[in-house]
T-cell receptor
Framework: GAVVSQHPSWVICKSGTSVKIECRSL??????MFWYRQFPKQSLMLMAT?????????EQGVEKDKFLINHASLTLSTLTVTSAHPEDSSFYIC???????????????FGPGTRLTVT | EDQVTQSPEALRLQEGESSSLNCSYT??????LFWYRQDPGKGPEFLFT???AGEEKEKERLKATLTKKESFLHITAPKPEDSATYLC???????????FGRGTSLIVHP
């Protein structure tokens, strides 16, 4: 149980184009989904938190117009990197919190990640 | 502000050599402490949640314990396949957003 998928697993795009990454909770409903960025040999950096049907909350320093997050349903969130540049190249990971746990649990279940390379 | 410090930063063990990873935390009102395993190029895999001091959880060769100031992840007789980065995270107060430590990179040599 508690499986989260991400698509694509890797993507190469040209500078100036946009890329969409999907995050799905496969066997549970996610009240909250999180998007992280991870640089080589570094820990996770939270980019934003999204709740179904409402606007995402972005962490300080994360450009919300560049990293568009949509949480259209309890099982799907998308991250769109707009006008991508080489410095956006990174490993993007989503995670989800199980709605059924409510206040009984705060663990997150992570997707496998998406490697983005902008050329 | 919550703080999570993991030590050591890196650990090399021989197969079968038991050891412990440390996660020290400073929070206001712990709601949960979490351990994750992350393999290179993959997302973190959930291992354990600990809620209160004195609590222990086990899974195969791993055992997680919790005090009021720190958590330990004990690895008994590790195998090469236990090699990974182990992440610790806490959730506290009224927030459900975790604070992660920087992780411990574990390498187990055959």
């Amino acid at each position: 149980g508690a499986v989260v998928s991400q698509h694509p697993s890797w993507v190469i795009c040209k500078s100036g184009t946009s890329v969409k990454i999907e995050c799905r909770s496969l066997d549970f409903q996610a009240t909250t989904m999180f998007w992280y960025r991870q640089f080589p040999k570094q820990s996770l950096m939270l980019m934003a938190t999204s709740n179904e049907g409402s606007k995402a909350t972005y962490e300080q320093g994360v450009e919300k117009d560049k990293f568009l997050i949509n949480h259209a349903s309890l099982t799907l969130s998308t991250l769109t990197v707009t006008s991508a540049h080489p410095e956006d190249s990174s490993f993007y990971i989503c995670s989800a919190r199980d709605l059924a746990l409510g206040d009984r649990g705060y663990e997150q279940y992570f997707g496998p990640g998406t490697r983005l390379t902008v050329t | 502000e919550d703080q999570v410090t993991q030590s050591p930063e890196a650990l090399r063990l021989q197969e079968g050599e038991s050891s412990s990873l440390n996660c020290s935390y400073t929070v206001s009102g712990l709601r949960g402490l979490f351990w994750y395993r992350q393999d290179p190029g993959k997302g973190p895999e959930f291992l354990f949640t600990l809620y209160s001091a004195g609590e222990e959880k086990e899974k195969e060769r791993l055992k997680a314990t919790l005090t009021k100031k720190e958590s330990f992840l004990h690895i008994t007789a590790p195998k090469p396949e236990d090699s990974a980065t182990y992440l610790c995270a806490v959730v506290s107060g009224g927030s459900y957003i975790p604070t992660f430590g920087r992780g411990t990179s574990l390498i187990v040599h055959p």
